[in-house]
């Protein structure tokens, strides 16, 4: 279970935390249902629980969710300088961009 879809936990009356068996996370954002994305390790590799809800997604589900969140407020064109511009990524900007962010963070693993 490589990449996954996960929420943040409430650890007290306003704090919230990210789950202790997620690895790396933080990533993507998603605001429409405050799910963010991280890494876990292989099943085989645990021995700890992770729960059945917990989503794993492939480089094709990261695309998806990426064009999604895109649809529903833009990603910007990065600037060379790395400043955002107002002009809006295009669907295969988006896509590109999706699929270099996988394949760079399963990279690390």
């Known amino acids: 279970m490589p990449v996954i879809e996960y929420k943040l936990h409430k650890i007290g009356k306003n704090a919230k ?52 969140m895109h649809s529903s407020s833009p990603f910007l064109v990065t600037a060379e300088d790395g400043q955002s511009t107002e002009e809006a990524m295009t669907i295969e900007q988006v896509t590109n961009m999706a699929e270099d962010w996988y394949d760079s963070f399963i990279s690390g693993r």
Do not use: F, M
């Open 17 to 68: 935390a990210v789950p202790v068996w997620v690895e790396d996370g933080g990533y993507w954002k998603n605001s429409s249902d405050n799910t963010l994305l991280g890494w876990v390790e292989a099943e085989a590799d645990r021995d700890y629980y992770i729960p059945d809800t917990v989503t794993e997604l492939t480089k094709s589900d990261v695309t998806t969710r990426l064009l999604a």
